[in-house]
């Protein structure tokens, strides 16, 4: 028996559209990671970029559970000493409702080259529009 290693193949990557109105972050940021690294195929290889492009459109409306809208913090850090910045999730989806899905999603990739290459793939949209009509992105129901 062989072991078959997959190639990169751009030809082969599709193109799929999700709609995150009413979805539960976790769960829908869940099966964006696993799209984009391409688990869901038979031909998965670890150290390939075998996953789909995602394009996921109205991320303001996704939902948190429980009372973390208020309560879950987002940090960054300006540079400069005492620099760090809070902001919580409710600010976060009111300012940049496309950043909570991108946070949740860079969580589970791998913290590497291929992490940021998969990162890429990943297309949010505040509303119900996408500039990626031409790609022809098949509708994915969660």
């Known amino acids: 028996m062989k072991t078959i290693s997959a190639k990169f193949e751009p030809d082969s990557r599709k193109w799929v559209l999700m709609d995150a109105e009413g979805k539960v972050l976790g769960r829908l940021a869940t099966q964006i990671a696993m799209r984009l690294r391409g688990k869901h195929l038979p031909g998965f290889t670890p150290h390939v970029d075998t996953g789909d492009f995602v394009v996921v459109v109205n991320a303001e409306k996704v939902r948190l559970t429980g009372r973390k809208m208020d309560q879950k913090l987002y940090y960054r850090h300006t540079g400069y000493m005492g620099g760090i910045r809070t902001t919580?999730?409710?600010?976060?989806?009111?300012?940049?409702?496309?950043?909570?899905?991108?946070?949740?999603?860079?969580?589970m990739l791998p913290k590497n080259r291929l992490g940021r290459k998969l990162l890429k793939k990943l297309k949010i949209y505040r509303g119900a529009e996408h500039p990626h009509e031409a790609q022809q992105p098949l509708k994915l129901a969660l």
């Open 88 to 107: 919580t999730a409710r600010k976060l989806n009111q300012d940049h409702p496309e950043r909570i899905i991108r946070f949740a999603v860079a969580g």
